[in-house]
Nanobody, 125 residues
Framework: QVQLVESGGGLVQAGDSLRLSCVAS????????MGWFRQAPGEDREFVAA????????YYTDSVKGRFTISRDNANNAVYLQMNSLKLEDTAVYYC??????????????????WGQGTQVTVSS
């Protein structure tokens, strides 16, 4: 059973950067698309970014385009989220996910079957 473990969250100031990591254990991420989602208090979980296994196509929600970059290291079963120019509204628990979504579901939770436990990102003013 593949397990996903996120790390890299923390407390930063607005404008700072953070790099989140997600590493898989117990199996390979071969063939899986990888996504990052986030959930702020009192809010629904929302899509942040995703990267395909094949061709490495990437997808972003509009609010993070130009600031966040998703990347993957297939050899090390890892996916990363580089977050620059962080804003107060980026505060949330960030979750890593793996799945085999079709194009219509790659930005939705139902496209992913494996989830990490989450890592807290807090941006202060």
């Amino acid at each position: 059973q593949v397990q996903l473990v996120e790390s890299g969250g923390g407390l930063v100031q607005a404008g700072d950067s953070l790099r989140l990591s997600c590493v898989a254990s117990g199996g390979s991420l071969s063939g899986y698309s990888m996504g990052w989602f986030r959930q702020a208090p009192g809010e629904d979980r929302e899509f942040v970014a995703a990267v395909r296994w094949s061709m490495g196509h990437t997808y972003y929600t509009d609010s993070v385009k130009g600031r966040f970059t998703i990347s993957r290291d297939n050899a090390n079963n890892a996916v990363y989220l580089q977050m620059n120019s962080l804003k107060l509204e980026d505060t949330a628990v960030y979750y890593c996910a793996a799945g085999r979504p079709i194009l219509s579901t790659i930005r939705t939770s139902r496209g992913y079957s494996l989830w990490g436990q989450g890592t807290q990102v807090t941006v202060s003013s």
